[in-house]
């Protein structure tokens, strides 16, 4: 499945979109690494859906615009993106990072989604349980963390690290920083609106998730009754890298 | 001000002694001990003949017993009566409200009466993991917070401050400071363009201070801070320029590196040390700054002895006259108007920095203030 690669200007902001497949729009928020290459889960769910793939403000190579100070800044913009690109009846998917961002996107204004799916969304605080504290990891306990199987860890370490990889994953941590950094990757506000979402919603987590615990997925079900919980076995904070055709199986339900 | 009593073997387990190290390791029975201790020495500086003494704020760490530099200043503030107290510095983006630094600075500058140095910092890398204040608006923070400070010292009172990140309607302070038009106003830095760009603003000229570095790149930044003062049109004076680094005096070289070895070796290698992560969190610097710190790592983050440290002029150790020899050819090179001398590092016990501090304030500091 080929992707097609452009930029695309949304509030001032030289935004890097790659789209692949036909049929219903399907909006694919990344997590705080960005979406540096096209993963497979990502070419499953081309064949179903119209997968549009940006790079966030600030991530990857979209530009970094003075304007992007906190989370809600990039719910603001992926709102006037889906205005400009005039997609309707979006199935939106976020993970991690992107999770928060579709939430906070969701409750300001879901008139263009039909469904929301959440891969380990960040977003909220639970009791008695923290996120991992990916700022003191280096890149390599970091990768370790993020997969279940290790095997996967290994490949992706294996990679040889060019300098511009580097420079990406640098200018990630700083967006990921800015937006997360403390509340530590939430939003204490976010829960009091969570019921102004009234599209179906799904949230898929990882089992064996060592970033985002599990826990955090029973306090999203407590705070939204009506999600649909999926819980993956054998996986990490990435199931939908770990286990594509788990996932996409839930996506394309 | 090092927690001097820790247990050494629990730090380096620990791989620092920043953020995680368990507080179950302070004992306050030790600390009440070694804060009266650390304050019976610095009121000694003064009667040694020391100009100033100086204090610092560092937060949750072995590294530094002084999360509030003001409580130290101001049991100073009574008990000395002649030098001055450096504050080097504040950190400005971890306090919550800038207006609180502003008073308590003033309140030392008018108990003092007029011996008050303000320094302010960002704090290091670290106390954002420590405090959660976001790295990536430490500038923002810093400068936002100065100018609410300088105008609360300076601006007759009240008026109205609207800011990004602080907003008040009565900025009206009382007291306001002794001196005039505000206490002198050092920076101390790791050394960075940007902060050297800003201190030596011809509207600041603030005292830039170079901390711990090799003498290579302490001449590098403070040359950098005069270059930088002609191209804005004006000659830097020797008293906007300052060097603070661990000095050890002993009768002989032979014993003063004996003397000195474990303490200062413990100060680098276990109370100095932590991981880039921690360090370096993001938006603390510029990402080329901190890609020229991932490529330095190993000679950064490694241990360095006694000898590496003296090859490097991280440290000056050594007989009377090989101290003054060494600082004298420093200052010929650099023009340093401003020399800070921490006569304690790491765990060196009170009797030896007592020698230290006086064979430094008797056999070296007389030539050195020849010198101007």
Known sequence: ?????????????????????????????????????????MEKLAARFEVLLPEHPGFGLSEEPEWLENIHDLAYFYLDFLKQLDLNGVTLVGGSLGGWIALELAVRDASRIKSLVLVGPAGISASGVQPA?????????????????QKIAEQRLAAPVTPEAIDLELKNRHTTA?????????????????????????????????????AFAQEFKRLMPKAELH?????????????????????CK | MPYADLDLEAGRRNGTVWVKLPNKYFDPEKGHKLYNRYLDELE???????DAVSVNEHHQTAYGLMPSPIVTASALARKTSRVKIAILGSALPLRSHPLMVA???????????????????????????????????????????????????????????????????????WPRPYQKPHPPVWIPSQGSKETIDWASHPDRRYTYLQTFSPVKVVARYLKQYRDTAKGYGY?????????????YVGKTDEEARREAKPHFEAFR??????????????????????????????QMFGDVTIEQALELGLFVCGSPETVRKNLEGYWREMRFGNLLVSCQFGTLPGDLTRKNMELFAREVMPALKAMG
Not at chain 1, 189 to 213: A, S
Not at chain 1, 231 to 251: N, S
Not at chain 2, 235 to 247: F, H, K, N, T
């Open chain 1, 1 to 41: 499945m080929n992707f097609s690669d452009e930029f695309v200007q949304v509030d001032g902001c030289k935004t890097h979109l790659r789209r692949g497949g036909s049929g219903a729009p399907l909006l694919y928020l990344h997590g705080a690494s960005g979406a540096p290459a096209i993963l497979p889960f």
């Open chain 1, 133 to 149: 504290d990916t700022f003191l990891m280096s890149s390599e306990e970091l990768t370790r963390n993020l997969f279940f199987d």
């Open chain 1, 178 to 214: 800015r937006l997360g950094w403390e509340p530590r990757m939430h939003d204490p506000f976010l829960p009091k609106w969570l019921h102004r979402i009234e599209v179906p919603v799904r949230i898929v987590w990882g089992k064996e998730d060592r970033i985002l615990p599990v």
């Open chain 1, 231 to 251: 819980i993956v076995e054998g996986a990490g904070h990435l199931p939908q890298a770990e286990k594509p055709d788990v996932f996409c199986e839930i996506v």
């Open chain 2, 44 to 50: 000694y500086a003064e009667a040694l003949g020391f």
């Open chain 2, 103 to 173: 008073e308590e600075h003033a309140m030392i500058d008018v108990i003092s009466g007029g011996r008050l140095i303000s320094g302010f910092v960002r704090g290091i890398g670290a106390e954002y993991h420590t405090f959660g204040v976001n790295p990536t608006f430490s500038h923002d923070r810093f400068h936002e917070a100065h100018d609410l400070i300088i105008r609360a010292w300076t601006e007759p009172g009240p008026f109205p401050f609207q800011g990004r990140h602080y907003n008040v309607q009565y900025v009206n302070l």
């Open chain 2, 235 to 247: 000659e830097a004076r020797d008293s906007q320029l300052g060097w603070s680094l661990p000095i």
């Open chain 2, 269 to 298: 290698n276990v109370f100095v040390k932590m991981p880039l992560e921690m360090l370096l969190p993001p938006g603390y610097t510029s990402r080329e700054s901190l890609k020229n710190v991932m490529k330095a790592k190993a």
